[in-house]
């Protein structure tokens, strides 16, 4: 009976045809792992560790399937030797970068380098009255960033032509834009179907909401937006950076504008400054044109950019230096002056730069703070404002009981310069996310404490409760109201605004009235009786014309 020829074994007989296909198939996977995880191809990043484990297991079950399954006539002992020829670099490279993960990991522990990490931030003593200055109604945010993205959800579903296909993308930026605060977010396409149908023309707007006045604005853009967060593929603004920047570490990029209303990404670029992994810190950022995907990279940023620094870095930054402000030992032991950053935080706008805020307590986390922090979050310009009072929680607790037959709910309080006294500013929101009521409360005192329906009338009566526990005297008080008889009237056009210039009789001021917020400005006529609410005088500003922020007429002429 005639045998059967034996089957002729697939694949290479060569070694070197083996290592070639061991080769093939492991950047492939490499490829794939790279192009949906993203790692850096830095040292001091984890994810390079684990891409290059990633890799060295490939190769080496690929080494065991080419290898084995027919051992021929050489026996285990000969199939062994030949996978510990063609695997042994890999188990050499693979243990090299675990010694190196190890040991740059001990180098980087703060408790070999306390003093690195100690002076990660620089922190300096700051005079409350004289840095934070007065600032005007119209420069006070509002909102928090629930609320406002609340408002912005809420503005694209009135968008017939685009809440088909477009949605709010619910990852908003706080930015100063033209001298108000405000919050921006791009738009994300509704679903996958929705991006493979518009991506050739790109997201076609962004929202912006303005902090103070509540109003949530849909920004049409002439050419869409080819680079964000939801595209899936090449454009893809992390996978474009990665590609553009191999070796970058980067943080979350955010979406913001520029003062002509440009649309940018920002992409702080991380660097570990203390040992291997330890000190992260921010050194410039790559600044990608959202539209077009053209980037650059700067050590500078431009002055226009408000998002560098994030605020959990800074106050990650901030606990290392309170807590290893005398040696590291002292931080667990004895812990002699230590002081940590609150849980929460927000932010400020001054000199059109944002500030991050957040309150300093002891390492007991007591009921008291010892002061505070504020934060440039462009250039990381950090100032300690010793000021003994209430935690933010404290401050919301006593906001919320002075409302509590409303059911409010208090947002996280901002800081604020009134009269010279340092106090947390809370708005109040109902059950729908909508800001109803506003709260004032003093940080040394919390049971001061003043609650008003607009921001104007909230100040009016805080200064009054000021000046009845003998907190301030009246000549200390800022003039926010005056009553009188005008006098004068001259009107201007503004940015496509009405604006009326009234002046009272005795008063060589001019108040700047907007019609819009103001519509009985525009009846308004010379020796009528009027009472104006409107911005302290800045230290510094002109007092020529202030801002006015209500009217009310109480004498018509006759």
């Known amino acids: 009976m005639d045998q059967q020829p034996a ?153 017939s032509d685009m809440v088909s296909q477009f949605e709010y993308s619910n990852d908003s930026t706080q930015i100063n834009y033209q001298g108000r605060p405000v919050r921006v977010a791009p738009i994300d396409y509704a679903d996958i179907i929705k991006w493979f149908t518009n991506r050739s023309e790109g997201l076609p707007a962004y929202v912006v909401v303005d902090m103070v006045t509540q109003e949530a604005t849909v920004v049409r853009l002439s050419e869409g937006m080819k680079y964000s967060f939801s595209e899936p593929l090449n454009r893809n603004i992390s996978r474009h950076l990665r590609f553009q920047y191999p070796t970058f570490l980067f943080a979350t990029p955010q979406f913001e504008i520029d003062e002509d209303g440009q649309p940018w990404w920002i992409a702080p670029r991380v660097v570990k400054t203390i040992g291997l992994f330890g000190g992260t810190d921010i050194h410039g950022a790559v600044l990608v044109n959202a539209i077009t995907g053209e980037s650059t990279y700067y050590e500078q940023v431009p002055t226009w950019v408000d998002n560098l620094y994030t605020p959990s870095l800074i106050m990650e930054q901030y606990d290392y230096h309170g807590t290893l402000i005398n040696g590291f030992i002292n931080s667990i032991f004895g812990q002699r002056d230590v002081t940590v950053t609150t849980e929460g935080y927000n932010y400020i706008a001054l000199n059109d730069d944002v500030y991050m805020y957040t309150g300093v307590t002891s390492a007991n986390a007591d009921q008291s703070n010892l002061g505070f922090l504020l934060s440039n979050q462009r250039t990381k310009q950090t100032k300690f404002y010793s000021a003994p009072g209430a935690t933010e929680d404290a401050a919301k607790l006593s906001a919320m009981g002075v409302v509590q037959d409303l059911g409010y709910t208090a947002t996280f309080p901002l800081l604020l310069n009134i009269a010279d006294q340092p106090t947390y500013f809370i708005p109040l929101k109902d059950a729908t996310n909508l800001v109803k009521s506003y709260a004032m409360v003093n940080v040394a005192q919390y049971q001061v404490v003043a609650v008003g329906s607009t921001v104007a009338a909230c100040e009016q009566s805080y200064i009054a409760l000021l000046s009845e526990k003998g907190i301030t005297t009246t000549e200390e008080l800022p003039r926010t109201e005056v009553s009188g008889r005008i006098t004068d009237i001259r009107s201007a056009v503004m940015d496509g605004n009405s604006y009326y210039f009234i002046q009272l009789r005795g008063d060589a001021v001019y108040y700047s009235l907007s019609a819009a917020a103001n519509p009985i400005a525009v009846i308004l006529n010379v020796g009528d009786t009027v009472t104006i609410s409107h911005a302290p005088a800045l230290e510094g500003e002109s007092s020529s014309i202030l801002t006015g922020e209500t009217v009310t007429l109480d004498r018509a002429a006759p």
């Open 7 to 159: 089957k002729k074994r697939r694949g290479p007989k060569s070694k070197f045809g083996k290592i070639l296909v061991n080769l093939i198939v492991t950047a492939v996977v490499g490829f794939l792992y790279f192009y949906v995880a993203l790692p850096a191809i830095n040292l001091q990043s984890s994810d390079f560790y684990l891409f290059i484990g990633i890799l060295c297991v490939v190769y080496v079950v690929c080494a065991l399937v080419t290898s084995g399954f027919n051992l021929g006539g050489g026996g285990p002992k000969e199939y062994f030797k030949f996978i510990k020829s063609q695997c042994l670099p890999i188990g050499i490279l693979f243990l090299a970068l675990i010694l190196v993960a190890i040991v740059g990991s001990v180098i980087s522990l703060p408790i070999f380098r306390a003093g690195a990490y100690r002076d990660l931030l620089d922190v300096q003593d700051g005079d409350f009255s004289a840095d934070v200055a007065q600032i005007s109604f119209n420069e006070i945010p509002t909102l928090d960033r629930t609320s406002a993205e609340f408002l912005g959800d809420r503005q694209m579903g009135t968008l």
